[in-house]
């Protein structure tokens, strides 16, 4: 089963080198700010970083932890249904579903569209629509 929106045709940086700019196969395009995607990675040491910041927000980190490089060194495509980003600072580990870039495009529209998703819960209140 092939779902057009979630089909790469292409992957390119701007020429700032600064936004990762995604064509998908229903025409729509994204514009992933590298400090986006490096923000979002989802290998495991990176998901379990977010979540210890998320508990402690003081949490401080170590000396041996190097801040992580917003710059990309090279994109490979991972068997037809993901990307993997090398950064310059050597971080490979996260691979970049096309389901998962799909869901993470900053645009206005796609925006839109997740908070009509979301249930509308407000502190524990129920808004109704
Ligand atoms: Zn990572
Ligand atoms: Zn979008």
Redesign the pocket.
């Known amino acids: 089963m092939t779902n057009a929106a979630t089909q790469v045709v292409s992957a390119d940086l701007n020429d700032a080198a600064t936004e990762l700019e995604v064509v998908w196969g229903d025409r729509?395009?994204?514009r992933y700010p590298l400090k986006l995607l490096r923000g979002e990675c989802p290998c495991a040491s990176c998901r379990t970083e977010r979540e210890d910041a998320k508990r402690n927000p003081f949490h401080m980190l170590g000396p041996e932890i190097r801040p992580a490089s917003f710059e990309l060194g090279d994109v490979e495509p991972v068997g037809g249904y993901g990307l993997r980003f090398i950064w310059k600072d050597g971080h490979s580990t996260g691979i970049y579903t096309f389901d998962y870039l799909?869901e993470i495009?900053?645009?206005?529209?796609?925006?839109a569209g997740r908070k009509q998703d979301e249930v509308p819960y407000v502190h524990g209140i129920f808004i109704p629509g």
Not at 105 to 111: T, V
């Open positions: 729509h395009g994204s799909r495009c900053p645009c206005e529209d796609c925006r």
